[in-house]
Antibody, heavy 119, light 108 residues
Framework: EVQLVESRGGLVQPGGSLRLSCEAS????????MTWVRQAPGRGLEWVSTITGSGGLIYYADSVRGRFTISRDNSKNTLYLDMNSLRAEDTAIYYCAKDGKAVAGFESWGQGSLVTVSS | DIQLTQSPSTLSASVGDRVSITCRAS??????LAWYQQTPGKAPKLLIY???TLQSGVPSRFSGSGSGTEFTLTISSLQPDDFATYYC??????????FGGGTKVEIK
């Protein structure tokens, strides 16, 4: 069974930093692209960043490029999101999601981590 | 950049109704479209991919159609578990896996 377990989020001051992690199990992690998606309170889904299975290709939404860094450690089956220069508008639930490959969509999701940026 | 526009933003319906949600892309995305269902407090769930392929385990009352710039998600007979928010997503390139704005299906 595929499982994606995210780290606990937290409360961060504006301008601060936070690292999220997503530990994967139940599949060959290194084969699949992984993505972070966020959802601000009461709002829709926003794609944040995607990293290919090898880590060789990385993509970011304009809203986070230059501030967030996605990475993965395939030896630990873990995906990361390093968030710097956090702003109030980064407040959201952050989900990690697994690419389906032949299934063109996110076929598995983590439980979500709440990140609150506030003073 | 390609944008996705969903309509309506809210839909009121009753159990047993047939409902349809539209997703329009600002440029052609062929059939690279996915649909998700999200209930409050839960992660989204993949329903349909490649515009019309039902994800494993999803009830057959859900169907998808369309290609190019216009897509439709149809629920043939709305069930109590189907009251949720639905999102479309373009899935043609990892460089921009954007979502539509969402459609909330609520009880009439």
């Amino acid at each position: 069974e595929v499982q994606l377990v995210e780290s606990r989020g937290g409360l961060v001051q504006p301008g601060g930093s936070l690292r999220l992690s997503c530990e994967a199990s139940g599949f060959t992690f290194s084969v699949y692209a992984m993505t972070w998606v966020r959802q601000a309170p009461g709002r829709g889904l926003e794609w944040v960043s995607t990293i290919t299975g090898s880590g060789g290709l990385i993509y970011y939404a304009d809203s986070v490029r230059g501030r967030f860094t996605i990475s993965r450690d395939n030896s630990k089956n873990t995906l990361y999101l390093d968030m710097n220069s956090l702003r109030a508008e980064d407040t959201a639930i952050y989900y990690c999601a697994k690419d389906g490959k032949a299934v063109a969509g996110f076929e598995s999701w983590g439980q979500g981590s709440l990140v609150t940026v506030s003073s | 950049d390609i944008q996705l526009t969903q309509s309506p933003s809210t839909l009121s319906a009753s159990v047993g109704d047939r409902v349809s949600i539209t997703c329009r892309a600002s440029q052609s995305i062929s059939n690279w479209l996915a649909w998700y269902q999200q209930t409050p407090g839960k992660a989204p769930k993949l329903l349909i991919y490649k515009a019309s392929t039902l994800q494993s385990g999803v009830p057959s009352r859900f169907s998808g159609s369309g290609s190019g710039t216009e897509f439709t998600l149809t629920i043939s007979s709305l069930q109590p578990d189907d009251f949720a928010t639905y999102y479309c997503q373009k899935y043609n390139s990892y460089s921009s896996l954007i979502f539509g704005g969402g459609t909330k299906v609520e009880i009439k």
